[in-house]
């Protein structure tokens, strides 16, 4: 347990992520109704979406083979992942949003 983790920041890799964050984040705004967030919060909602989706295909055993290429790389299924993530994030928003009224 106590063994020291490295975590590294590619650029591409932030990059690519909040492309497929942003991308991820509008389309699940257009699919589910409801309160409409800017250019940041699609990308934000996206990126809490990937992570969601991401949780979620691994307790479901579901694999996601990572990309092999190098530099700014967007595949449908990170893309697929992150939508279905952001999906559920927004619905979770609607319902708490919708009881405080």
């Known amino acids: 347990m106590d063994q020291p983790v490295t975590i ?11 492309i ?7 389309l699940a705004s257009i699919l589910v109704r409801g309160r409409r967030f800017g250019l ?5 909602v996206g990126l809490i979406g990937a992570f ?3 949780l ?3 307790v479901l055993g579901l694999q ?6 190098a530099g700014i790389t967007i595949r449908y299924i990170d893309i697929l992942v ?6 559920i994030v927004l619905m ?8 405080r009224f």
């Open 8 to 18: 590294t920041f590619v650029p591409e890799q932030v990059i690519t992520w909040l």
């Open 82 to 87: 992150a939508f279905i993530g952001a999906i």
């Open 20 to 26: 497929i964050g942003l991308i991820a984040g509008l």
């Open 92 to 99: 979770l928003v609607g319902a708490v949003w919708w009881r």
């Open 52 to 54: 969601i989706g991401g």
């Open 40 to 44: 940041w919060g699609s990308i934000i």
């Open 64 to 69: 996601v083979s990572p990309a092999l290429a």
């Open 56 to 58: 979620l295909f691994t």
